[in-house]
């Protein structure tokens, strides 16, 4: 199976980093979670300037609105990831990802590396492979934020039934759970994730893979240049098999040929 395809055109050379159904799962994931926030907050903070606005926006009934757009939003997440247990559980390129944003011994190294070449110690910097020891930090610190915000959500929901079975007293620690997670979720897509895909000068205005599923020869060579040496190794594998291949086949064309042919041929 292949982990990364091509796409090539007259210019370019591009490289399949997300398809149309992962493109699909992180727009769902991104829409709910900012949602998400937005209502969150509004709740925590009904005094803030913005919260006024929208009160503003939606007259009275907006903190009612504001309960069910959360929820609704809340679905959606919690959809998208159980859709995304079931991507990375049951298809080959699903189980890929899982494998390739496991850590290494080498994530380890390249910490230290990456470290080295920011303070001025090394002149060069680690080479990342698929992932970088960044991207899956991040993916399974959303995994585990989703995990704490879904759990603490549906005992917030359903306090009715939740309230016998862990007191008011685990209400009150699942509310302050889900606030303070909230806030770190906030937080690591603001200045983390939004850092490395809008605000790193290496990509800015935007790094738009998420839109286009591709990244150009020149970005892989600067984000992943481990992967593209594997892709170029692969490649010159498979063309050089494809080129015995078709050796082979033209010698067996010629032994095929008739006898007279090749005697007459030799005679000329
Ligand atoms: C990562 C995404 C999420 C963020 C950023 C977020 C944020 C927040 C915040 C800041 C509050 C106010 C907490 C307080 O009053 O101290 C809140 C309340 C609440 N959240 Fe979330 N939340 C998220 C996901 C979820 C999920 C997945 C569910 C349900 C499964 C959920 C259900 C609720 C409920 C029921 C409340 C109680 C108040 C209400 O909205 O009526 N949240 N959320």
Redesign the pocket.
């Known amino acids: 199976m292949k982990t990364t395809e091509k796409m090539e055109n007259k210019h370019e050379k591009k490289y399949l980093r997300m398809t149309l159904n992962e493109r699909i799962q992180h727009f769902l994931l991104l829409s709910s979670?900012i949602t998400?926030?937005i209502t969150?907050?509004a709740?925590?903070y009904p005094e803030a300037v913005w919260v006024i606005w929208f009160r503003k926006l939606f007259g009275e009934n907006t903190f009612e609105l504001r309960?069910i757009v959360?929820?609704i939003a809340?679905v959606v997440?919690?959809a998208d990831s159980l859709y995304h247990i079931f991507y990375v559980i049951f298809s080959g390129r699903g189980r890929k990802l899982i494998i390739d944003l496991w850590f290494t011994k080498k994530d380890l190294t390249d910490v230290i590396g990456t470290m080295k070449y920011y303070i001025g110690k090394s002149d060069t910097k680690p080479k990342y492979a698929r992932f970088s020891y960044i991207e899956k930090s991040e993916y399974w610190a959303l995994v585990w934020?989703t995990v704490v915000?879904?759990v603490t959500?549906?005992f917030?929901?359903f306090n009715n039934f939740f309230l016998p079975i862990i007191s008011s007293f685990g209400m009150e620690i699942s509310?302050a759970i889900?606030?303070y997670e909230?806030i770190l979720?906030?937080l690591s897509i603001v200045v983390w994730h939004f850092y490395f895909v809008i605000y790193n000068p290496d990509v800015y205005p935007l790094n738009r893979t998420f839109i286009t599923g591709y990244m150009t020869r020149e970005e892989m060579e600067h984000e992943h240049p481990l992967e593209l040496e594997e892709i170029d190794k692969m490649e010159e594998e498979m063309k050089s098999e494809t080129e015995e291949e078709s050796i082979k086949k033209d010698a067996k064309s010629v032994s095929a040929e008739p006898e007279s042919k090749t005697t007459e041929e030799k005679k000329i």
Do not use: C, E, P, Q
């Open positions: 979670f998400l926030v969150g907050f709740l925590k309960g959360h929820r809340a997440m919690v934020g915000m879904t959500g549906v917030l929901w509310t889900h606030f909230a979720a906030s």
